[in-house]
């Protein structure tokens, strides 16, 4: 089945401890984006990568790191979470870069910075 | 500015009617794609229907239609003949950047939340 897929779905974590948010897709798409989603404000993005080792900042980059060793891979770092980083977290790809390309989203991961 | 503006914070429709989601959005782009997205309580995020800037129809999808007023820029959801699982939060995006160029961005509205009542 095509899918993108994130873990944790739900994490709890304290201030200053570094977390990394998996997420995967088995679809051999080029593009992959993070995406923070808090109330009142709709979904915004945070980084975004075009292939193997090219990834550029969204809007709210400040905070995260992220890698893309493999194309099916994009993991999104917190080296140091701070309680603002609490939010709902999405996973998106989509086959290449034409406007028509739809972006499919993984499942969310919810996370709480205490 | 907004890029995508929806004004609608809440709507409610009784079962089998239908209902139209307001979106406008701002871009100088000519070539735009636009994009509606459903959220139910469960979280994730279901891709709906597409409309791109060069398109001439108005888009469909089953129960789903957009309509597209370019002029106006706006690119309304349309759902007919509403059911109960259609109560959710509906997002509006637009993907935005010169094409050919590598820069992709989704950017969304706030959203609407759908109250579908028996």
């Known amino acids: 089945e095509a899918q993108v897929t994130q873990n944790p779905r739900y994490l709890i974590t304290v201030t200053g401890k570094k977390l990394t948010v998996t997420c995967s897709q088995n679809?051999?798409?080029?593009?992959m984006s993070w995406y923070r989603q808090d109330p009142g404000l709709g979904l915004r993005q945070i980084y975004y990568?075009?292939?193997?080792?090219?990834?550029d900042k969204g809007d709210v980059p400040e905070g995260y790191k992220v890698s893309r060793k493999e194309k099916r891979n994009f993991p999104l770092i917190l080296e140091s979470p701070s309680p603002n980083q609490t939010s709902l977290y999405f996973c998106a790809s989509s086959p290449g870069l034409a406007e028509t390309d739809t972006q499919y989203f993984g499942p969310g991961t919810r996370l709480t910075v205490l | 500015a907004q890029k995508i503006t929806q004004t609608q914070p809440g709507m409610f429709v009784q079962e089998k009617e239908a209902v139209t989601l307001d979106c406008t959005y701002d871009t100088s782009d000519q070539s735009y794609g636009l994009f509606w997205y459903k959220q139910p309580s469960s979280g994730e995020m279901i891709f709906l229907i597409y409309q791109g800037s060069y398109d001439e129809q108005n888009a469909t999808e089953g129960r789903y239609s957009l309509n597209f007023q370019k002029a106006r820029k706006s690119a309304n959801l349309v759902i007919s003949a509403s059911q109960l699982g259609d109560s959710a939060m509906y997002f509006c995006a637009m993907r935005e950047g010169p094409r050919n160029t590598g820069f992709q961005k989704l950017v969304f509205g706030t959203g609407t939340r759908l109250l579908v009542s028996p």
């Open positions: 679809m051999n798409h080029e593009y």
């Open positions: 990568s075009m292939n193997v080792e090219v990834t």
